[in-house]
């Protein structure tokens, strides 16, 4: 019989770990390729999700148990890929500002980020501008995203812009925003490339600035 | 139990322009309209005044003491706003309540001398500088740490709220869980101590979140929650209220319940 | 009197102020190793005009535009410069090596980062003692509070006794790298601007000239000769400045683009009432960025001297400056056979890859020959004798045409190459006879018969490829002004368009755009270019008289400004803290604090104005309340900052004349 990547990806957008799983060792018994395991089973199946969930047909944990169920299929494909076959698409690092600890949007943007082929680096909450700074020249990513939930904290956000730029660290750079409070205006007021409303459109925001 | 209305907060929409262009009227009606339903405190929270927290703090407290002497809920980061809204809700003699202090170094540092000159209720944030705990132990960790430094500094443990920090259910099965578990804990350890939370944080991520935020005061009511930050115009919420207080034994003859009934308060 | 020394030319011209005309004006050549020379004999040149013997004894101010920093900074010249940086280290290049860093600086919001340890300082500095002419000290993030950079500044002045600069009074950027670069830049080029100040001033002396000397800065206003021995890095990239001054007073036009053709390159800037709109990165020169205002001025490869080349049968614009096969020709009159033989044989025989058949090298200078290949020593002993067309020298040399290596012997300006430019093709049209027409002519042939065209539709052609290429920079110029960077013909979606819109397509529709100010066109073939252009972009073509010489003009009818912006935001502590190019400072309330900033920034700013030379000042403060909305869910408007711009404007100070101000607000 063929293998069906489509049984996979309504395993992946029902969370069904288990099934993942198995589908995923079968895949792999009848020798396909490990890249399109990902690419044609695993991703397809996690777009739909972000979708759903932006139109509100799909709920938080519904996001998360997806999610935990790819990279349950995944951690099984990995030590199969060859090294450079997976094209790591981009680099992103997120964290909450100063003196902001929600993270909750911020870590579903992350996943949301990651199950779309990017590195995520979550540098965490509370981030003085000085740890973006040192982030950025660490990871030398190509994106980096900050959350404020709090209208107190939103000034943080242009603080660590203007860190970057003291730094010469923001002309090689994407900077998206996000967060209750956040507004367009306000990215464009503080010189940020992007704003996403949620955690489904930050994904699109991510494909869009790195093919900018 | 401790009920405080939630409904003066300058970052809801209807509230915004009336504290903006100092509609005394509306805060007022607003402020007496929950001491009506049964609101026992009534929070006054301006924080997106960013640049002049401290003065509208104090006009609205101002205000409102105009319309009524009931004690209020001060809720601010900031011991500026604080300091500011406690010595303008001197005048109604009342013992007033602070949300919030926490664990922080800098917070509890900021705000333990307002808490020891006006000796208020206290509203204890259950976080410190290590951030906002994880599990059930970590909230032990810094429920532990702040008590005992509260009651060193000559806090009484009647004056301390507990806030065990709510978070949503959505990202973590046990969310509801842990915030159970730490008030058996609390009731077990400190029995003195009070307890109160909000309730939306429970229902972020999920539909229907009414019903979800409805079933969680239920709950934890019935591990020992006497403290809610709510809004006391939700008539089936403040029904919930009513109903677990009687079915708790909270609630002698029934008489709160049927009064409530009475007057219409509750579907 | 108005002068400016380019890089060809030192051009000068003497303005009547009252009646607003160019009444004299001369062109010499530009004397690159002693600059004065050539201001010495554009003077000559003014004088020996019979003007009428008043006129330069009534000379009431004199401007200078000048490259003399550009260059110098370019070609690594100036004093031994030591950087003291305060709190933080640099990546990157840094125009000097005398570098120390010492414990300080401060934080975004202003607060110190680290205590000033002024033990480190003292030792930093006696560390540098004798070892260099100037010092210029960079804190970091200094722009939100400069006390350290002025208290280390006090410090060297009593341990060195050599000038001092500081990075926050030269910009109030953002950017530690650029402001410590424009900083050392600045205390780099001290004598050398001392130098030139001094001998304009004898030269000056002879003609019985006592006028107070000005220099133009980048953004096109005048400072006084004390403020330019202080500031001399302000006077980078000034020439481009100049020349957009001198384009709105020679036109009256206050709104226009400003088209400068060259040889090499075309500059297009934009003019907005009345001045140069200004870059906001910062100028940057030989490679180094600074921080440093300039007008912001698009420069495209394509000019006069472009190349016109073909491959795989397109035609091609530069961006390699060639000299013109006229020009060619008309010094070395035995390459016309050369070509000719190209035309009749050569052609035929060999394909050129790598280059074009019609080309021709020309040996400018003897090179230091143990730096050379065997191969390019060989190809130096070949055009030692004379220049030669390719084929020649692949004939003299036993070489293949296209192997001849003759690249690395251009980029190093040992040897020039002739090739077909626009300027031949005016020559081939007509409209142009100075140079050889006969050469240009050969070589057009010779291109067309690659694109298989007759001579006159290669010539149209090319030509009016030209002009479109003219009027894309334009627009392309104009979009990035509006912060559009890609290049207009590579985005998918808008090359049809723009396409359209040059002309070079109608298929299926017709596009148009309309500039809604003139172009005003300054350089050399202008009036063959720019009426068609301006007739693409559906505006106005305004080419003044004496455009030649606009730079020195628009240094002549410079005025005086000085700008500056106080930023004042909520503290975190309640209240509101002032951010101002002198201090920081804490307010409680809003409006004190914006009360403060105005008074104390008119006063700054009529000093600092008065300094560079003005009178009749205008001082204008603005304040600007910043608020942006937050999200739909919340309807809320969140206070950002308020900025005070402060501004002065005033005209230059004559001869015999006393100071003043006013202010408007």
Known sequence: MMFSFEEVQSAVMAGEMDKVVELTRKAIEEKLQPVSIINEGYIPAMNVVGKRFKNGEMFVPEVLMAARSMNAGMELVKPLLVEGEVQVKGTILLGTVKGDLHDIGKNLVGMMIESGGYVVIDLGTDLEPEKFVEAVKEYKPEIVGMSALLTTTMLAMKETIEVLKEEGLRDGLKIMIGGAPVSKEFADEIDADGYAPDAASATELVEKLINA | ?267 | MGIDTGGTYTDGVLVDLSSQLVVAKSKARTTHENLTVGIKNCLEILKSQSLPEELFSNIKLVALSTTLATNAIVEGKGGEVGLLLLGHGLEGPIPTSHVMEAPGGHDIKGREKQELNLQEVRRALLAMKGKIDALAVSGYLSVRNPVHELMVRDEAQKILNIPVVCAHQLTTALGFYERSVTAVLNARLLPTIAELLESVRKVLNIYGIEAPLMVVKGDGSLMSESVTREKPIETILSGPAASIIGATFLTGRKDAVVVDIGGTTTDVASLEAGKPMLNPEGAAVGGLLTRVNAARISTFGVGGDSELWVEKGELKIGPQRVWPLSVGVNLYPHLLDELEHVWTTDRKTKEVSGGQPCDCYILLRQPDMDNLSPMEKQLIEILRIAPHNIFKIAAFSGKDVSMLGLKSLVDREIVARASLTPTDLLHVRGDYSQWDCRGAEVGARIQAWRLKRDLDQFTNQALKAVERRIAGVILQSLLNDIGYRTDILKEPLLKPFVERVLGISTEQFQCMVKLDKPIIAIGAPVENFMPQVAELLNTELIIPEHAEVANAVGAATGQVMEQFDILIRPSPEGGFIIHAPWERKDFLELADAVDYAASEGEKYILHSAQRAGAVEVNVTVTREDVYSNTSQRWEEELFIETRIEVMAVGRPQWQDEKQGGQKVC
């Open chain 2, 1 to 267: 139990m401790l009920i405080v209305g939630e409904l003066i907060n300058s970052s809801r929409k209807a509230i915004k322009p009336a504290v903006q262009e100092k509609d005394a009227k509306l805060i007022q009606d607003l402020a007496l309209k929950q001491i009506e339903v049964g609101a026992d405190y009534v929070d006054v929270n301006c924080g997106t005044q960013v640049f002049n927290e401290v003065e509208t703090m104090q006009w609205l407290v101002e205000t409102i003491q105009q319309a009524c002497d009931a004690p209020l809920c001060i809720d601010s980061p900031s011991e500026k706003a604080l300091a500011a809204g406690l010595a303008a809700a001197k005048g109604n003699g009342k013992q007033q309540m602070i949300n919030s202090i926490t664990a922080e170094s800098e917070r509890y540092n900021n705000i333990i001398s307002l808490a020891q000159e006006y000796k208020p209720k206290l509203v204890a944030l259950c976080m410190d500088d290590a951030g906002m705990p994880e599990t059930t132990d970590d909230r032990i960790r810094v429920i532990d740490k702040l008590i005992n430094n509260l009651t060193k500094d000559g806090i009484k443990e009647e004056q301390i709220y507990l806030d065990p920090l709510v978070k949503p259910v959505s990202t973590g099965d046990e969310a509801g869980l842990e915030v159970m578990d730490t008030l058996r804990y609390i009731r077990r350890s400190y029995p003195g101590v009070h307890t109160i939370c909000g309730l939306s944080n429970i229902s972020f991520g999920l539909p229907n979140r009414k019903v979800l935020n409805r079933v969680f005061l239920i709950q934890t009511m019935t591990a020992g929650m006497d403290g809610y930050i709510l809004d006391p115009l939700d008539k089936e919420m403040m029904g919930a209220v009513y109903a677990s207080r009687a079915l708790l034994g909270q609630d002698e003859y029934c008489v709160n319940y049927l009064g409530a009934h009475r007057k219409g308060l509750y579907k």
